[in-house]
């Protein structure tokens, strides 16, 4: 297949480096997909190309999904996909501009340099084309699982939004200490802050615009901070009934 990758960051490489295809660049800096193209012996193209290829994948940031499927709609010719992030927004994007197309949204629950890992995935028109990105994503070690946008998004407020803003404000409010005062939970902790700040914080702070979940920690952290000893019990027992329930359903 023909491949046309929209987007040639760490994302849109971990795409051309997974799906087996004759892949092409664009990027909105031709320079940035040049880069892509000449360390994989692939090509880039100008970012208003008007060619046609098999599959495109859009792998934007998720505010700039809308624009994409605008302006890469009619290079589509059999099949097209999003690795943004994001799934409600993007499907129904694809759905309008490219109604006749296979379409999927991927959201790899990972950073390239951590694969492989899990892969959400809402399959809204499947084909064989769409069915040989999954097979190739599995071929990578990968796990695909079906998904649908509502699902998926919800999720993404407590394992993206909140995580993040519950791990950057415990970092944010406490204070250096020596390594031998960590316990094994703030060394977890301390390593999972580390994890966190090693990113980018344009794709941190546009998963906190696009989900809801910072303001729950925050709200949750002051009921546990004004609590009075019987509050806090039932407070902490209600947290060890989420895990128990979690447990079960697991």
Known sequence: ??????????????????????????????????????????????????????????????????????????NVGEAVFDVSGAMAEPVAAL????????????????APPRVPG?????????????????????????????TTPEEHDRAMETVQAGTHAAI?????????????????ISGALDDLADTVTEGSPAVYAEIQRAFDGADAVADAARDLADA???????LYEAARGERDARDRHD
């Open 168 to 184: 950057l404000a415990w970092r944010l409010a406490g204070e250096d200490v020596r390594e031998e005062f960590h316990t094994p």
């Open 118 to 146: 899990n892969v959400a995935a809402v399959i809204d028109a499947g084909g064989p084309l769409i069915d040989a990105v999954v097979d190739d994503v599995e071929a990578g070690g990968n796990d695909v699982f079906e």
């Open 1 to 74: 297949m023909d491949l046309l990758v929209v987007g040639a960051g760490e994302m849109g490489r971990w795409v051309a480096d997974t799906v087996e295809a004759t892949v092409a660049f664009a990027d909105r800096d031709l320079a940035v997909a040049r880069d892509a193209a000449g360390a994989r012996d692939t090509r880039a193209v100008d970012p208003d190309t008007t060619e046609t290829f098999d599959v495109v994948c859009l792998a934007v940031p998720m505010s700039a999904v809308p624009d994409a499927v605008d302006a890469y709609a009619d």
């Open 228 to 234: 009075d000893p019987e509050a806090f019990a039932a």
């Open 95 to 110: 759905r309008a501009a490219c109604p006749d197309a296979q379409r999927a949204s991927f959201h790899p629950l990972f």
